[in-house]
């Protein structure tokens, strides 16, 4: 229904810039016009991509962080998402000390690779036994990602 709504201002914005009726019939500088033509196009502009676009962005940004529908850990471990973040989340300290020495040889040194294949290596350490035997591309390629010491 609000599409509806948006799109009318959509072609409402489009006859103001177009044919300029109110400049016509009154005295009205054709600049208000085309500005109030212009906020509507902008409106239904930002009303689509909040609409369609962001929220899209948003469910794929989701799904990709640890333990999501789309991540290794999702995809690749028979457990619960709670008990997946429980777990992820479990390891993080150990992990940033671990990384700790890295940083000291090089301050600017990005870590953040190396901590998340920690707290892979020791999540699949703890729930080795809820990997799915389901033999995906994905799956192999993460599991010989965190098994591989390099």
């Known amino acids: 229904m609000s599409d509806i709504f948006y799109v009318v201002l959509l072609i409402l914005g489009a006859l103001l810039i ?6 016509r019939a009154t005295n009205v500088s054709i600049y208000w016009e085309i500005a109030v033509g212009s906020l509507a ?17 948003i469910e794929e940004g989701l799904s990709k962080q640890p333990c999501g529908s ?3 850990q999702g995809v690749c471990y028979n457990l619960d998402r709670t008990v997946c973040e ?38 699949d350490k703890v729930l080795r036994y809820n990997r799915i ?3 995906t591309a994905l799956c192999r390629a993460y599991f010989d990602y965190i098994d591989n010491p390099n």
Request: with cysteine; net charge positive; proline share 7%.
């Open 70 to 72: 789309s991540s290794p």
């Open 133 to 135: 035997k389901a033999d």
């Open 41 to 57: 196009i902008v409106a239904f502009s930002i009303h689509m991509l909040n609409t369609y676009v962001v929220q899209k962005e």
């Open 18 to 23: 177009y044919f300029r009726p109110l400049a």
């Open 86 to 123: 429980s777990a992820w989340n479990s390891v993080d300290q150990g992990c940033k000390d671990e990384a700790a020495p890295v940083l000291k040889e090089r301050p600017g040194a990005l870590i953040g690779p190396i901590v998340n294949r920690c707290k892979a290596r020791r999540m």
